[in-house]
């Protein structure tokens, strides 16, 4: 550990929130008609928000994944694929960072 020039026992203990996690997939692709990133909510529907995405158990992903490819062409949505998902405290989030890009936007504030 680095010399911070702080004794150990004045620094303030670091206190951890619990929090419940369970790993979930999400069926994502793009809508065709503008490239914007989409999530499969069910019932032919797809959402530009992650937390409308229909989620399931990593076992299920592939079934999730069919269900999103039923129905009739043209398919509204370009090359739809399975991500994980991470389902923390009630709220849905992409597990990578590539994903969670997608789906928030930049990690930097945009000027």
Excluded: K
Aim: glycine share 8%; no cysteine; proline share 10%.
């Amino acid at each position: 550990m680095p010399d911070t020039g702080i004794a150990a026992s004045t620094m303030p203990p670091q206190e951890v929130a619990p929090q419940s996690t369970t790993l979930r997939q999400v069926v994502t692709g793009n809508r065709l008609r503008d490239g914007v990133p989409v999530y499969f909510a069910g019932d032919g529907h797809w959402s530009t928000a992650v937390e409308d995405a229909l989620h399931v158990a990593a076992e299920a992903g592939e079934s999730l994944l069919a269900a999103s490819l039923a129905g009739a062409a043209p398919h509204p949505v370009v090359a739809p694929y399975l991500i994980d998902a991470i389902l923390a405290d009630g709220r849905l989030a992409p597990s990578s960072l590539r994903e969670r890009i997608r789906a928030f936007g930049p990690t930097v504030p945009y000027r």
